[in-house]
Nanobody, 117 residues
C-alpha cells in the first residue's frame, strides 16, 4: 500500500523559512502528480502547489513567489521550500499523491507548520 511520510514542519517566526519533505513508498513514484495541501482550523483544505511527472508546477496565488515545489524521483521525495513565511501560512500541511492507473490517490498524515508574528 502507498505510504507518504512528511517531515520538516515546526514553529518559525514570520519571515523565516522551512522545507517540507514527503517520502513515498509502495508505488511507481515517478508516474504520479504530487501535491501539497494545507488546512487551517475552521477552513477548507486547499491546494498549495503541485508538480506533474513532467515537472510542470502550479501554485496557489497566496504562495506564488514564496514557495517552491520540487521532486527527486530517484529518492521518491517531493519537497516544498517555504520562504518569507507569514502567520496566515499556519496550517497542517498534507502531502498528496495523485491517482495513476489502478493506484488510487493517497494522503500523508500531515505535518504542523506554525508561523508566529
Amino acid at each position: 500500500q502507498v505510504q507518504l511520510v512528511e517531515s520538516g514542519g515546526g514553529l518559525v517566526q514570520a519571515g523565516g523559512s522551512l522545507r517540507l519533505s514527503c517520502v513515498a513508498s509502495g508505488s511507481f513514484f515517478s508516474l504520479h502528480t504530487m501535491g501539497w495541501y494545507r488546512q487551517a482550523p475552521g477552513k477548507a483544505r486547499e491546494l498549495v502547489a503541485d508538480i506533474t511527472r513532467g515537472a510542470s508546477t502550479k501554485y496557489a496565488d497566496s504562495v506564488k513567489g514564496r514557495f517552491t515545489i520540487s521532486r527527486d524521483n530517484a529518492q521518491n521525495t517531493v519537497y516544498l521550500q517555504m520562504n518569507s513565511l507569514k502567520p496566515e501560512d499556519t496550517a497542517v500541511y498534507y502531502c498528496f499523491q495523485g491517482a495513476w492507473g489502478t493506484t488510487s490517490g493517497s494522503w500523508g498524515q500531515g505535518t504542523q507548520v506554525t508561523v508566529s508574528s
